[in-house]
């Protein structure tokens, strides 16, 4: 059953904190590779022009993702906040481009051209539905 991000945990995506993806290999070893994200609703989206990428691959053999992001603030007893969200994840064909333009205004700036092509490939959305959450920050299960 899907859980909804706390607002906490909204922030921290949109300020621009960076995503590590972790994913399955067919062999059952952790993948893992950065990317950006941004929240739709309650769903984590990140887009991906290249159909063959292995996070990609694993995504349509095995849904189970993680994700983490590390944030600035500083916890007591001095740990840096970081959240994990466990979650379930889904490939939707297009709306690549469109969804890279809207987070490169976050990653990179408000006036950037990205990707920096003519005429796009549409690419694919991975959508991630949050089963849990997990690290430290007001998101944290107490």
């Known amino acids: 059953m899907a859980g909804k991000l706390p607002d ?4 921290l995506i949109e300020a621009g904190a960076l995503g590590h993806l972790v994913t399955l290999n ?3 070893s952790p993948q893992v590779t950065c990317i950006w994200v941004g929240v739709e609703g309650d769903e984590l989206v990140s887009a991906h022009l290249a159909r063959d990428q292995r996070k990609l691959r694993n995504v349509r053999r095995d849904p189970r993702v993680v994700l983490s992001f590390e944030g600035t603030r500083i916890h007591p007893p001095g740990l840096r906040e970081y959240l994990v969200v466990h979650g379930a994840a889904r490939i939707e064909e297009g709306g690549a481009p469109e969804l890279l333009q809207r987070l490169a205004r976050v990653y990179l700036g408000p006036d950037v051209k990205f990707p920096p092509m003519d005429d796009p490939p549409p690419g694919f959305v991975m959508r991630t539905t949050v089963d849990r959450l997990g690290g430290v920050g007001p998101w944290a299960p107490r």
């Open 26 to 28: 067919d062999d059952g």
């Open 8 to 11: 906490s945990a909204r922030d």
